[in-house]
């Protein structure tokens, strides 16, 4: 009976430590299910669109809506990272906008890239 104590004990001796240390080390994914104002300089100035997301452990989804209509998106959030993609049919084709940055607490900021641009966004959550 004690070698067993025993032998149970040197293995959460061992095993324990690891344990902890992916648990302390893991990045805790942000919480940006919420509706948002997301605001990016445009060539007319100004342009405040309103990004309603949904998400699900780090996987989201909603909708981008703004002066040339709505769009779906998916994308995901790792620890506070988010990235999603817009596409919108276009008279000229598809139109792809890749959205990447970083959450703090009720504020984004990030770039977004297509093939002819890039440009800077930030986000605030609405209360």
């Not at 940055?101 to 890239?113: I, L, P």
């Not at 297509?114 to 440009?119: G, Q, V």
Request: contains cysteine.
């Amino acid at each position: 009976m004690r070698k067993r104590i025993g032998w149970v004990a040197a293995v959460c001796a061992l095993v324990l430590p690891f344990a902890m240390v992916q648990a302390i080390a893991a990045p805790k994914t942000a919480n940006v299910a919420s509706t948002w104002d997301l605001s990016m300089q445009g060539r007319r100035g100004n342009m405040t669109q309103t990004l309603t997301i949904q998400q699900d452990g780090e996987k989201i989804k909603g909708t981008l809506q703004g002066p040339r209509g709505s769009s779906n998106f998916e994308g995901t959030v790792k620890g506070n990272a988010v990235q999603f993609t817009i596409k919108r049919e276009t008279p000229r084709g598809e139109f792809v906008m890749d959205y990447s940055g970083k959450v703090d607490g009720d504020t984004m900021k990030g770039s977004a890239r297509t093939r002819r641009f890039d440009i800077d966004w930030s986000a605030k959550r609405r209360n």
